[in-house]
């Protein structure tokens, strides 16, 4: 294994014995107030940042298609209207076919 | 307290336990979705030069869609291991509470503790939900985990193998596990935001507050360094909702 490439695994090893192995050990207290926070209110903040991220990163591709597409998605999975794979075979079909309209 | 199982919990970690077929066939769309970025992954690592060796111990190692493609790169171009590691912790500090948070779903033994939680990624932990146990956490990560470190072995032999001109650039091989991952966060949501409160409406509107607040985060700081004051604005924004 060569040097830089044993680098980028050890830093990557690294940052999840960090970010995810440490944390899942770590025994703090907290007010109840503050655990509804952790518990309830935190996980639905991370979910509402991984929706507008996803949206942020697939239109600066893809503007009119990723913007289009991935609301759909999130109305339909919103409203529970259809199951993950036929919202997603949707979503990714009217991504494609709309990038080829538009050219 | 935390990391400690319910008996309840227990109870149910035994009920699920049993029943991996049923876990197995909520993650495994999640599990196929992130095969074709992580086939990508091990392309472009073979193209640089990577083996298949060390693909698989960066995928086994690392497991970080973004951290793994944003380190390709730097690796090539001879940057030091601490800009590396800082690179790394800024791309994926958005584990640090999702990993605390979702600690008490993890088994008591260290060892496993240690495992299921090196497997946590963005896509296992919206498969997952409150309620799950241990052992049904531990196969929606590992099937999720396994699927991305065989896609990128694939991928590394594959991209010796097939010539450089058949792999096209404009193809979005990543889209197929961001439609996923917002169909799992639009449910989590709904989940979290409509059942669980009496004042849906304040929530929603907070929701889309905290929508607008990361939208601006993300545009001011970048995609890299929005996350955790992004995460903490809604928070805190979502708790005013709620008070």
């Not at chain 1, 960090?18 to 509804?36: D, K, M, N, T, W």
């Not at chain 2, 992130?34 to 091990?42: K, Q, R």
């Not at chain 2, 146990?133 to 072995?153: D, E, K």
Request: charged letters at 10%.
């Amino acid at each position: 294994m060569s040097a830089p490439e044993s680098m980028a695994i050890t830093a990557l090893f690294a940052t999840s014995c960090l970010v995810r192995i440490a944390p899942a050990f770590l025994s703090l207290r907290f007010s109840p107030e503050a655990q509804r926070y952790l518990e309830r209110l935190l996980p639905a903040a991370v979910f509402i940042n991984f929706a507008v991220y996803l949206l942020y990163s697939e239109m600066v591709r893809e503007p009119v298609a990723a913007l289009v597409s991935l609301a759909v998605v999130g109305v339909i999975a919103f409203l529970d209207l259809l199951g993950l794979i036929g919202t997603a075979v949707l979503g990714i079909t009217l991504y494609f076919l709309l990038i080829r309209i538009l050219g | 307290m935390k990391g400690e199982p319910t008996a309840t919990g227990n109870a149910a970690g035994l009920a699920s336990g049993r029943r991996p077929a049923s876990v197995l066939r909520r993650a495994a769309p999640t599990a196929l979705a992130v095969v074709p970025i992580s086939l990508l992954f091990g392309v472009l690592a073979a193209r640089a030069d990577w083996s298949v060796l060390e693909v698989l111990a960066i995928s086994l190692l690392g497991f970080t869609g973004s951290g793994q493609f944003a380190l390709l790169p730097l690796a090539e171009s001879g940057a030091g291991f601490f800009t590396m590691l800082l690179v790394a912790a800024s791309i994926n500090s958005r584990y640090l509470p999702i990993a605390y948070t979702t600690a008490v779903r993890l088994p008591s033994s260290a060892g496993k503790r240690a495992c299921v939680a090196h497997m946590l990624g963005d896509e296992a932990y919206a498969t997952e939900r409150e309620g799950d146990s241990a052992a049904s956490v531990g196969w929606i990560r590992v099937t999720i985990f396994a699927a991305w470190v065989m896609a990128g072995v694939v991928g590394a032999w594959g991209g010796r193998v097939i010539p450089a001109a058949w792999l096209g650039n404009d193809v979005n091989l990543g889209y197929p596990a961001s439609v996923v991952l917002m169909y799992l966060s639009a449910t989590q949501l709904r989940a979290r935001l409509l059942q669980a409160s009496q004042r849906r409406f304040s929530m929603l509107a907070a929701a889309m507050l905290s929508a607008g607040v990361a939208l601006l985060l993300i545009q001011g700081l970048g995609p890299v360094y929005f996350w955790i004051p992004s995460i903490l604005l809604a928070t805190a924004i979502l708790g005013r909702a709620r008070a």
